[in-house]
Nanobody, 125 residues
Framework: QVQLVESGGGLVQAGGSLRLSCAGS????????MGWFRQAPGKERQFVAA????????AYADSVKGRFTISRDNAKSTVYLQMNSLEPEDAATYYC??????????????????WGQGTQVTVSS
């Protein structure tokens, strides 16, 4: 079992940057593929980025490609989301999630077994 705690959200001006962190508990953190999702008020939770167990493979939603970077440090049981060139449309609650599912399915919410509580990102224009 994995418990996930996000941090790093806050208020930033458009064009600014934030780095989100997701700290995992448990000795098996490195066995899980990790994803970041976001949910704006009144909208469905959507895929943002994913990373495989050793960090060698990453995937991004088209809307964040080139601006966001996902990474992980298994020694610290932590996954990160570096967000640059933030836009008002990026404002949402950001969630990290863990899964043992196959790489090709990581854009799907239902394959993730464990979720954090979320961290709020607000982008002012």
């Amino acid at each position: 079992q994995v418990q996930l705690v996000e941090s790093g959200g806050g208020l930033v001006q458009a064009g600014g940057s934030l780095r989100l962190s997701c700290a995992g508990s448990g000795r098996t953190f490195s066995s899980y593929r990790m994803g970041w999702f976001r949910q704006a008020p009144g909208k469905e939770r959507q895929f943002v980025a994913a990373i495989n167990t050793n960090g060698a493979n990453t995937a991004y939603a088209d809307s964040v490609k080139g601006r966001f970077t996902i990474s992980r440090d298994n020694a610290k049981s932590t996954v990160y989301l570096q967000m640059n060139s933030l836009e008002p449309e990026d404002a949402a609650t950001y969630y990290c999630a863990a899964t043992l599912a196959a790489w090709g399915t990581l854009g799907l919410r239902h394959v993730y077994n464990y979720w954090g509580q979320g961290t709020q990102v607000t982008v002012s224009s």
